[in-house]
Structure formats: structure tokens, C-alpha cells
């Protein structure tokens, strides 16, 4: 059976409407003002389920967001608001600290990998940045392979402690707050490794 080009398009047509038809319709800004009240709500899941539909808007709701959480005078919508924003955002800020953890300015690559720091272990990607980062060539290659070192240590070292406090109920606060140290200690670390790493680069450089 021959199938002609026209009939082509008009099945490419077809297909390309139904997938137009098929997404949802963006939230009215009723919805989204409903939703951005709900953030202060006495009670917990809605203040959750309001979270969750405002995230899932996308980053066109952050300009939105940035201007509740400077204006509003309740601090559990304005924590929302900014972690909404943080999470968002997250990618685009992950990628650029990755690009600025070798700048020959070392507070510019101090703050790239302060920002990296304070992603790690919330789920947006840093890991994951810093993975890709160590396959590199160079200071970057290098500091990203270092962090990636230290990121394997403190999660060695917290399911140990966790396995410790599961076995020892008597011990179990104690090895929670050796498992907070241990992070601290590990990104003090992790500066001060990176700065060893920076000084070396830009010494090579020069």
C-alpha cells in the first residue's frame, strides 16, 4: 500500500495535535494565588500539597515566588517560597559553580564550591556534576575527583554510624551527632584540600 507525502502530514499533524491536546492546561493564577496561601496553613499536608503544585509549575513560577517570600511576614511560607526558588534553580547553579571551581580568582572558586557543598545530598544534581567533572583534564578534573573522594567517605561513614545506632539504641544519639560531625569535618576538609589544589594550579599556570 502506497502512502502518499500529504498523507504523511497529515498524520505527523494529527499526532502533533493530540500531544497538545493531551497537556494540561497551566494553572490559572486563582490556582496559583490559592496555593501560595496554602504554604501558611495550619495543617501540614496541605501546606505539603501546595509545595508539591507550585514545584511542579516550573521556573516560571519563581519570579512569583521570590516576590511572596520578600513581601509575606509568615516564615513558614517564606522557607517554602525560598526552597522552591533553591530547588529550581538548583541546575543552573550547580553548573556554574562546576565551571568556577579552577578560576584563578580564589574567592570566586571558593564560593563555586561553597554553593556545591551546600547541594550535596539534597537531590539536585551536585553528585552528579561532580562525577562528570572528575572525567576532566586539570585543576578542575582534580578537585572534582578529590570531592568526589570525600563525598564517598561521608556516605561510608554516616551508614556506619547509622548501622552503629540501629545496633545500639544505647549509642544512638551519640553516633547521630558523630554522623552530623562528620559532614562538617568533611567539607572543612574538602575547602581546604580545593585550596591546596587551586594554589598548585594557578602556581602551574603561572
Not at 511542579?56 to 522557607?79: F, H, M, N, V, W
Not at 526558588?85 to 580568582?105: F, H, N, S, W
Not at 576532566?136 to 578537585?143: L, S
Request: proline share 3%; net charge negative; glycine share 6%.
Amino acid at each position: 500500500m502506497r502512502i502518499t507525502v500529504a498523507a504523511l502530514l497529515v498524520f505527523t499533524l494529527a499526532g502533533l495535535c493530540a500531544e497538545e491536546a493531551a497537556k494540561p492546561a497551566p494553572p490559572s493564577q486563582e490556582a496559583i494565588a490559592a496555593w501560595i496561601k496554602n504554604l501558611g496553613s495550619e495543617e501540614f499536608q496541605i501546606r505539603e500539597d501546595a509545595e508539591t503544585q507550585l514545584r511542579q509549575i516550573g521556573p516560571s513560577i519563581i519570579p512569583t515566588l521570590k516576590d511572596t517570600a520578600e513581601k509575606t511576614e509568615d516564615a513558614e511560607t517564606r522557607q517554602r517560597c525560598e526552597r522552591i526558588v533553591a530547588e529550581l534553580t538548583a541546575g543552573p547553579r550547580i553548573a556554574q559553580a562546576i565551571k568556577e571551581i579552577d578560576d584563578a580568582d580564589w574567592e570566586k572558586a571558593k564560593k563555586a564550591i561553597e554553593v556545591l557543598m551546600d547541594e550535596l545530598g539534597k537531590k539536585h544534581g551536585a553528585e552528579e556534576a561532580i562525577a562528570k567533572a572528575s572525567k576532566e583534564g586539570g585543576t578542575r578534573g582534580q578537585m572534582a575527583q578529590m570531592m568526589q573522594g570525600q563525598i564517598n567517605n561521608i556516605k561510608q561513614q554516616k551508614e556506619q554510624y547509622a548501622r552503629m545506632a540501629e545496633e545500639r539504641p544505647d549509642i544512638a544519639e551519640q553516633m547521630k551527632n558523630a554522623e552530623s560531625q562528620v559532614e562538617i569535618w568533611a567539607k572543612r576538609n574538602i575547602m581546604q584540600l580545593c585550596q591546596n589544589l587551586h594554589n598548585n594550579g594557578v602556581h602551574k599556570k603561572k
